[in-house]
């Protein structure tokens, strides 16, 4: 496939992936907007602001060369890390939903964890290229990247915000197994965090009852199981078909905030199975074509950047559409492009920027080009052998 061709599949696929946001975020909202806000269009209007917002963002990173994030990437994790930490500050974090996850920026609310997703690849795709040469060894190779995501997966889960920090966790360890560590590393890791997760799942109420609520959503519909049992009512009402744009009656209140995470739950009540498998395949359009772009990368630090960047979007595709079909707890996380939400829509669209942006410049040459090329092609071909591609 012609790298022009891929470049202009991944911007066309992500126009329709956000214009298909645009038109359920305003059917799944215009209820619930009428009765809070008495305007059917609030949370329209808003979403097109951000929607605007991330394209001029994504505009300026595709216009800017990607090597520039290679070159600070411990001042940017820093100001991401440090704009996590603020909000536990009394007055700039905001508490929503028994989470304080937002800073207070006076004219907008922000999550910054979302900013964080970013950095934390950038840093992590830096540091793995930096020692592609060592990272069978656990102490120079693994250690140092996990030891930055146990920091990020403590600050997290305190706010919390569990969601993010399994994506991130997923992200961490795909980007390592792709590099080339050892499967031990990361087998180990695995075995090591079950019991860390079953204690904090075990010391919280609240998990412990969305657990519960996860295996039997029928028993809890209602009190804590009612958004996920709703959601289901909502799905198997779409049938084949679906009810018809517009004609969803879950979102007459009876499925909570369906414009944010549950919003595939009203894209199937009114589009079927039908509308939900063209979403689907159009998001796996989106992440094979940023796979392709990835690995046409000038550099190690690019490959990884776009394969870090494209993966995190499969993972949180997967996992709000296991969520919303009862396939897995809820985590708060968002459909990217779809979903109503001011950062996660301009923060997506900023990852888009970046993907084109190693597009871009995968034909300039650079002072190691030749060398780090033969090192990307000497990695492809390894995993090919191993099956991994």
Known sequence: MDINI?????NYTVLVLVSIGIVFVYSSSSVYAYKQFGSSEYFLYKHLLYVGIGIILMSILSQMDYVILKRHPYLIISVCILLVLLVYFP???VMKNG????????????????LLKYGFVIYLSYLISKSQERISSFKSGFLPGLFVMLIIAIILLKQPDFGTTVLLFFTFLSLYFVAGTRLSYILGFIIAAIPIVYFIITRSAYKKAR???????ELYKNTIGYQVYESLISLGSGG??????????????????????????????ETGFVGV?????????????????ALKARDLFG????????????????INAAVVMSLLPTKGLTLPFISYGGSSVVFSLAGVGILNSIHANSNIASEDSDSLKSEVGLIIDKMMKKGKI
């Open 277 to 293: 498998t063209i979403l689907i395949l159009l998001f796996l359009i989106f992440i094979f074509t940023g796979f392709r772009i």
């Open 303 to 318: 490959v990884y950047l776009g394969f870090a960047i494209t993966i995190m979007f499969a993972y949180q595709v997967l």
């Open 6 to 10: 891929e470049n202009r599949l991944l």
């Open 99 to 114: 989470a304080k996850r937002w800073l207070n920026l006076g004219f907008v609310t922000f999550q910054p964890s979302e």
């Open 91 to 93: 007055k700039i974090g």
């Open 240 to 269: 084949l078909f679906g009810q018809g744009l517009g004609m969803s009656k879950q979102k007459m209140l009876y499925l909570p905030a369906a414009h944010t995470d549950f919003i595939l739950a009203i894209i199937g009540e």
């Open 211 to 217: 657990i519960f609520a996860f295996l039997n959503p």
